[in-house]
């Protein structure tokens, strides 16, 4: 097993907290939800992963190096104290069983009281709702987890398969009797879906019990859809020589 460490810059008393795991996945869902919650909630950075096995470079941000994978962590305002995760990259498969075991030892030292993970999730063969609603569900490591779910009326995930971090953290949550719950939102799977991170942050807001304005990634999703029409607009003449439009790379 790789090897993964958790540095805390600062000691916080984080009793009872939840704890987002914010990792890369389809649609940078988790990683859109994970950055908006920290810049929405004035989250503080309180510690930082390592690893001989991650990139290595420095995230730069407003002239400060910063560690790819963080920890922050705050008081809401319900009083409710929250942390969250977040990776500025996507996790090799042979590291993520270290950095579930970390993140679930972490969690459980601090007694934190439950651990949510948002993932994009592809649909097959579903079209576009009219009304640009984006389906989100979620599981429960635990009958404790679930029955929070269906007392908030969450939409329950039946059946399927959830990969990388999330699934192993559900896993782990069963066996150690854990509160995991995983929420899983309909993404697009070529480029950053704003908008199936805002469906995440409802569900989220939820749990939490915290209100959580998401009309700016409504608006932000909008932008990069007018974007992609508009380069799929300019790369029909290309199609015809080339047999296939070119994707897009990033956006900003």
């Avoid at 009872?16 to 939800?33: D, E, H, Q």
């Avoid at 209100?211 to 974007?227: G, K, M, T």
Wanted: one cysteine or more.
């Amino acid at each position: 097993m790789d090897e993964v460490d958790i540095i805390d810059f600062e000691e916080m008393d984080l009793t009872n907290a939840t704890v987002i795991a914010g990792f890369p996945s389809i649609g940078l869902v988790s990683t859109i939800v994970a950055n908006y919650l920290i810049d929405a909630l004035g989250l503080k950075q309180t510690g930082a992963l390592n690893s001989p096995h991650f990139p290595t470079l420095s995230v730069v941000h407003t002239g400060e190096p910063l560690s790819p994978v963080r920890i922050y962590a705050g008081e809401i305002t319900n009083g409710e104290k929250l942390v969250v995760f977040v990776s500025e990259f996507k996790p090799k498969p042979n590291l993520i069983n270290s950095l579930s075991e970390v993140i679930m030892k972490w969690v459980k030292k601090n007694q934190c009281k439950l651990l949510i993970s948002p993932e994009g999730m592809v649909v097959e063969g579903k079209a576009e709702d009219e009304d640009n609603l984006v389906d989100a569900y979620a599981i429960g490591s635990t009958e404790n987890a679930r029955n929070t779910l269906q007392a908030k009326n969450i939409p329950q995930f039946k059946n399927g398969i959830i990969a990388g971090v999330s699934g192993v953290l559900l896993n782990k949550g069963k066996h150690e009797k854990f509160d995991v719950i995983s929420i899983l939102s309909e993404a697009h799977p070529n480029y950053p879906d704003a908008r199936a991170a805002a469906s995440a942050l409802n569900v989220i807001a939820t749990l939490i019990g915290v209100d959580i304005n998401v009309v700016p990634l409504y608006e932000e999703a909008e932008r990069i859809e007018n974007q992609l029409k508009k380069f799929h607009k300019q790369a029909k003449p290309m199609v015809s020589s080339a047999g296939q439009i070119p994707q897009p790379s990033m956006y900003g």
